[in-house]
């Protein structure tokens, strides 16, 4: 049988709160520390307990992520999926499962390991052996694919951080399990892990660990927040590094970490710290952004500073509350009702999560207005390789802020929002600094922040705000290019698809098809995004939703004669992005118009 080596995907079913994320965090940091190119998705179930949950493994020398587009070994542990997890399966799959569920394996096209693993777990201990059984399976892999134990002991160490009868416990069950596939199985499958060289500056963290660390790095002030999945781990990892990272000299908490009764309040508090000039900020997903509308205006509108994390879920209403999707990327864009127009982050893995965590705040004070951050549950709290931090060799961002009275006196004819310099952007003066005025109105007001109703002055103050927010188009992070001459399709892309594009751009090209990739980081749209849909003859849109939402962005905002070029590739299904269906599609999307 020939060997396939670094190629394959693992699918491991087990129930919601039987200890399984453990062994499945030791298994994947294993699989990183001997140098392979290796991701994880956790698909878990909405509720606390007891239902269905998957952990999908995916090791590739290409790059390619979980979770693919087959699965190569199965571990069966729960009874609830166990028959649809084997119906799922094509002929030749690795089936690693516990004979102590009681529940038939009646498939003799598969490649099996049984295994009474329940049964070994009792033997180390026996009120355990529900939360122990799942570092047998863990053991079963390492010998099957020649895993090293001191590889897995130090992931070992590494989860369980220093209990050491957790570690002795775990270390125990998986050579357990070693050894069971060692005398009792005979290798039968051409699966294989070889170590590969690892950049030692590498490491692994989860979306929402790096957002926090670039929102603490950014000079977070306050942080205000309600608890709701998948969010909810950004607010908790802030909270956790605060009294690490950013502390006074007596050791004091320099950054507020509130709790808030409800969404509302939360974003309410946002604005009042940003109007007293202080960097607030708070995180939430779709169904807190709906609630949060009116107060988003009226930081567009009056013009203070702040910051909102959307880690999108699927919606619309609950919708499927622990899935990923791209569906919040129009609201975020003209959220709050009458006319609005707001900056919008698009991080597409861990490290630019760490950049626009600190960005965030410097673009928001800078334009003075709501600057939102997008990412999805896939990015947040799954785990990613990340190449080392980037920190700015520039001083924070204050914007135009003025602090004592030399300065407010060289702004000739000084209003709150009064557009002095031409660029749509007024100063601002702040409460305690003696200055006059500190006035921010959400009614309609003219120059100096006065009343007003005025058809002209209305008027006159939203254009200021739109040419203010359209100013920021080259200042924002600009898009990510790979490019090549002469090549008709190009592909516009955003977000988490970055971790999936390279293995669908490769399907492509297996077809004979060459693309060039336009990767969108923020809105308002970068003037360079009309120039790559200028050399293309056709343009696909591709993005993880229903309704082509960056592609509505796109037909409003690029020239009239380019739209034209434009085609929508929009698929979603909750899961993350498996790349043979976006290929397909690209495919079926460009022959549907030739035939057309």
């Given at each position: 049988m020939e060997k396939i080596v670094n190629d394959f995907t693992i699918n491991i079913a087990t129930a919601n709160g039987t200890g399984s994320q453990s062994a499945n965090l030791i298994l994947l940091n294993s699989l990183f520390r001997m140098g392979t190119h290796v991701s994880g998705k956790n698909l878990f179930p909405s509720n606390i307990a007891g239902l269905p949950t998957w952990y999908i493994v995916r090791v590739s020398d290409h790059g390619y992520q979980a979770p693919g587009d087959e699965t190569h070994i199965q571990v069966l542990?729960?009874?609830?999926?166990?028959?649809?997890?084997?119906?799922?399966?094509?002929?030749?799959?690795?089936?690693?499962?516990?004979?102590?569920?009681?529940?038939?394996?009646?498939?003799?096209?598969?490649?099996?390991?049984?295994?009474?693993?329940?049964?070994?777990?009792?033997?180390?201990?026996?009120?355990?052996?529900?939360?122990?059984?799942?570092?047998?399976?863990?053991?079963?892999?390492?010998?099957?694919?020649?895993?090293?134990?001191?590889?897995?002991?130090?992931?070992?160490?590494?989860?369980?951080?220093?209990?050491?009868?957790?570690?002795?416990?775990?270390?125990?069950?998986?050579?357990?399990?070693?050894?069971?596939?060692?005398?009792?199985?005979?290798?039968?499958?051409?699966?294989?892990?070889?170590?590969?060289?690892r950049d030692e500056k590498q490491f692994l963290i989860e979306g929402n660990d790096a957002l926090a660390l670039g929102s603490i790095y950014g000079g977070i002030n306050m942080l205000s927040w309600y608890p709701i999945t998948p969010s909810s781990s950004l607010a908790e990892s802030i909270e956790a590094y605060v009294p690490k990272l950013r502390t006074d000299k007596d050791g004091k908490a320099t950054c507020a970490v509130i709790q808030a009764e409800d969404e509302l309040a939360a974003v309410g508090m946002v604005l009042g710290a940003g109007w007293a000039g202080a960097r607030g900020m708070t995180c939430t997903s779709g169904p807190g952004i709906s609630l949060m509308s009116e107060l988003i205006g009226l930081s567009y509108y009056s013009e203070i500073p702040g910051v909102i994390w959307d880690v999108t879920r699927v919606g619309p209403s609950t919708g499927l509350p622990t899935r990923t999707q791209q569906g919040d990327i129009s609201m975020l864009y003209e959220a709050s009702h009458g006319d609005t127009q707001h900056i919008v982050l698009i991080p597409g893995n861990v490290d630019e999560c760490f950049e626009f965590g600190w960005k965030a705040f410097d673009y928001a004070?800078?334009?003075?207005?709501?600057?939102?951050?997008?990412?999805?549950?896939?990015?947040?709290?799954?785990?990613?390789?990340?190449?080392?931090?980037?920190?700015?060799?520039?001083?924070?961002?204050?914007?135009?802020?003025?602090?004592?009275?030399?300065?407010?006196?060289?702004?000739?004819?000084?209003?709150?929002?009064?557009?002095?310099?031409?660029?749509?952007?007024?100063?601002?003066?702040?409460?305690?600094?003696?200055?006059?005025?500190?006035?921010?109105?959400?009614?309609?007001?003219?120059?100096?922040?006065?009343?007003?109703?005025?058809?002209?002055?209305?008027?006159?103050?939203?254009?200021?705000?739109?040419?203010?927010?359209?100013?920021?188009?080259?200042?924002?992070?600009?898009?990510?290019?790979?490019?090549?001459?002469?090549?008709?399709?190009?592909?516009?892309?955003?977000?988490?698809?970055?971790?999936?594009?390279?293995?669908?751009?490769?399907?492509?090209?297996?077809?004979?098809?060459?693309?060039?990739?336009?990767?969108?980081?923020?809105?308002?749209?970068?003037?360079?995004?009309?120039?790559?849909?200028?050399?293309?003859?056709?343009?696909?849109?591709?993005?993880?939703?229903?309704?082509?939402?960056?592609?509505?962005?796109?037909?409003?905002?690029?020239a009239t004669e380019l739209v034209p070029k434009l085609y929508s590739v929009a698929f979603s299904d909750g899961l993350p992005p498996r790349a043979a269906e976006y290929a397909e599609a690209i495919i079926g999307t460009l022959e549907s118009f030739e035939v057309s």
């Open positions: 542990m729960n009874i609830d999926t166990w028959a649809d997890d084997l119906d799922e399966l094509s002929p030749g799959t690795v089936v690693i499962y516990n004979t102590d569920v009681k529940a038939p394996v009646e498939r003799d096209d598969l490649v099996l390991y049984p295994a009474s693993m329940t049964q070994m777990a009792r033997t180390l201990n026996p009120k355990l052996a529900k939360l122990v059984s799942n570092m047998i399976y863990v053991g079963i892999m390492a010998e099957m694919l020649e895993i090293p134990q001191d590889i897995i002991e130090d992931a070992i160490s590494k989860q369980f951080g220093g209990k050491e009868k957790a570690i002795e416990i775990n270390s125990q069950a998986s050579i357990l399990g070693r050894e069971h596939f060692k005398n009792e199985l005979k290798k039968k499958d051409p699966y294989y892990v070889e170590v590969r060289k004070e800078k334009y003075q207005t709501m600057v939102f951050g997008f990412t999805d549950l896939d990015l947040g709290m799954n785990q990613w390789v990340s190449n080392g931090f980037e920190y700015p060799d520039t001083p924070i961002n204050r914007g135009k802020v003025l602090r004592t009275k030399e300065e407010l006196a060289k702004i000739k004819n000084y209003g709150r929002y009064r557009d002095i310099d031409g660029d749509g952007i007024p100063y601002r003066t702040l409460p305690g600094s003696g200055l006059e005025p500190i006035l921010s109105r959400g009614t309609g007001h003219d120059e100096d922040g006065v009343y007003s109703e005025k058809a002209d002055i209305y008027r006159d103050n939203m254009t200021r705000l739109k040419r203010k927010i359209e100013g920021a188009r080259g200042d924002l992070p600009q898009p990510i290019l790979r490019e090549e001459k002469e090549l008709d399709v190009g592909i516009i892309y955003y977000g988490s698809m970055e971790n999936t594009i390279q293995e669908i751009d490769d399907i492509l090209e297996s077809t004979g098809m060459k693309v060039s990739q336009c990767r969108v980081r923020a809105l308002p749209l970068s003037l360079e995004i009309d120039e790559f849909v200028r050399r293309h003859d056709k343009v696909i849109v591709l993005e993880i939703n229903r309704d082509g939402q960056m592609y509505g962005i796109l037909r409003k905002e690029i």
